[in-house]
């Protein structure tokens, strides 16, 4: 499975954004997804995982309420809505696969490369 994440951009304070992540490969259907982020000067940090099924979300204590996390397996995507955005949301936002969100949260088995994120105030 290959990652390919887009979407990012800039944005004010209080907007939203949709993060994409399209994966290429007959067994993304079976991977748990998700999403990493790096702000500047920072380490890079776990927002969000989905389960294959769909059926099992997490979230960063830092995004709860305010960022969702979905998947198309027909479109081959996971995607992560970003609302109420704050400027130290902004940051470099990876996708991330694994074999299940455990896996994701902690060392994803495979990684997308980077899409930046600003938010300004």
């Known amino acids: 499975v290959r990652l390919q994440a887009s979407g990012g951009g800039l944005v004010q304070a209080g907007g939203s954004l949709r993060l994409s992540c399209a994966a290429s490969?007959?067994?993304?259907?079976?991977?748990?997804m998700g999403w990493f982020r790096q702000a500047p000067s920072k380490e890079r940090e776990f927002v969000s995982t989905?389960?294959?099924?769909?059926?099992?979300?997490y979230y960063a204590d830092s995004v709860k309420g305010r960022f969702t996390i979905s998947r198309d397996s027909a479109k081959n995507t996971v995607y992560l809505q970003m609302n109420s955005l704050k400027p130290e949301d902004t940051a470099v936002y990876f996708c991330?696969?694994?074999?299940?969100?455990?896996?994701?949260?902690?060392?994803?088995?495979?990684w997308g490369q980077g899409t930046l994120v600003t938010v300004s105030s």
């Open positions: 490969g007959r067994t993304f259907s079976t991977y748990a």
């Open positions: 991330a696969a694994g074999r299940s969100t455990g896996v994701v949260r902690t060392y994803p088995d495979l």
């Open positions: 989905i389960a294959w099924s769909g059926g099992t979300t």
